[in-house]
Structures are given as C-alpha cells and as structure tokens.
T-cell receptor, first 113, second 113 residues
Framework: GENVEQHPSTLSVQEGDSAVIKCTYS??????FPWYKQELGKGPQLIID?????GEKKDQRIAVTLNKTAKHFSLHITETQPEDSAVYFC????????????FGKGTKLSVIP | KAGVTQTPRYLIKTRGQQVTLSCSPI?????VSWYQQTPGQGLQFLFE???????NKGNFPGRFSGRQFSNSRSEMNVSTLELGDSALYLC????????????FGPGTRLTVL
C-alpha cells in the first residue's frame, strides 16, 4: 500500500521567516495530495491541496509543489506568523479510485515571535 | 454551511466495554470516513461509508465497525475495548463528484481505563 514519509518532525522558525515541510510517497498511482493543519484540541483543517496534473499551487502565504518523477511534494509557508504554529500533516490518496488518505507522521511547527 | 460535527467530544470507558461514536457530515456530503489518531501511529484510516455502504476498510480488527444512515450520519462502534484503543477518533466528510477534498470534524477523545 501507500507509504508517506514526512520531514522534519519538528521545525522552529523566527516570525517572518519561511518554513518548508517535505513529504515523499511510494505509490506512483497516487494523484491527490492534501495538507492539513491541526491545532491543539482540534481536528485537522485542510489548508491546501494539489492534484497530480499540477506542479505548483499557491494560496496567499502558502504554496505546495509536486514532483511526480521523484514522488515528493512540499509545503512552503512564507512570512510566518505566530498563528501558523501547529502540527502540519501531508497526505496522499492511497490508490486510484479510493478516497482513503495515507498521512505522514506530522511536523510540529513553532513560530517564535 | 455548518461543518462536521462529532459527538460526544470526550468519552471515558473501561476495558471490555463497548462504545458508539457519532458523526454528522457537512450538509449534502454523502461520504464519511473515520480515522484513528494516536501519538505513536499517527492518523490511520478505519473505514469509509458512502450512501449507507462501506466502500473501503482499513487494517483494524473486527471489533471496529461502523454504519451510515440514510441522512448520511455515521456511527462507529468499538466493542471489547482495550487500553490501546485510547485515541482521538476523527470523522471526515467528502462531497460528491471528482473532488477529493475531505473535511474533518473536531474528533472524539476516547480514553480507555
């Protein structure tokens, strides 16, 4: 089945700096890659996603890039703010025709004011 | 539009008991998936229901079961609870068509003593 690796597990940045979180996946048939943000005591919140026919997608301060050949995708957050502090999860659809998400282990991002 | 709701938010049970958790998806969404989140294993897929039918199942023992009603509300049941079942149980709602976006509820925190 699908396997998703996520790095780093923790990341500390100064407010205003950029943060990058990287994920790799194993199943070349995977075609949908969402990113979720989870704050303490809450469920994961979908923040951005990308489909396999697109190489990059941006939404204000966040962007996601996808390299299908290398089977990796990354989340970029620019001009980080304290409210960006949370745990971020990458995920991939496990197999074509399925909606089962396989998640990475998460990255705890701390933005230091 | 109201988001995904889960009840109860917190639950304490003892080993050997059974528990039923409830999830109401976003209005109009017909697909509901359940995930277990633990510090050690991360987010793991339990099962997905669509139009009252289980469409996909993860690698969990038969003690974990679910169902979906005609109004798309879903319940999951865990019988003969074990200490290792302590976790945050999350439900995700998905709309129709080819869009894969899944939206999570706040979760039910289950503690087994």
């Amino acid at each position: 089945g699908e396997n998703v690796e996520q790095h780093p597990s923790t990341l500390s940045v100064q407010e205003g700096d950029s943060a990058v979180i990287k994920c790799t996946y194993s199943d070349s048939a995977s075609n949908y890659f969402p990113w979720y943000k989870q704050e303490l005591g809450k469920g994961p919140q979908l923040i951005i996603d990308i489909r396999s026919n697109v190489g990059e997608k941006k939404d204000q301060r966040i962007a996601v890039t996808l390299n299908k050949t290398a089977k990796h995708f990354s989340l970029h957050i620019t001009e980080t703010q304290p409210e960006d502090s949370a745990v971020y999860f990458c995920a991939a659809i496990a197999r074509a025709g399925s909606y089962q998400l396989t998640f990475g282990k998460g990255t705890k991002l701390s933005v230091i004011p | 539009k109201a988001g995904v709701t889960q009840t109860p938010r917190y639950l304490i049970k003892t080993r050997g008991q059974q528990v039923t958790l409830s999830c109401s998806p976003i209005s109009g969404h017909r697909s509901v998936s359940w995930y277990q989140q633990t510090p050690g294993q991360g987010l793991q897929f339990l099962f997905e229901y669509f139009s009252e039918t289980q469409r996909n199942k993860g690698n969990f023992p038969g003690r974990f079961s679910g169902r979906q009603f005609s109004n798309s509300r879903s319940e999951m049941n865990v019988s003969t609870l074990e200490l290792g079942d302590s976790a945050l149980y999350l439900c995700a709602s998905k709309g129709g068509g080819t869009y894969n976006e899944q939206f999570f509820g706040p979760g039910t925190r289950l503690t087994v003593l």
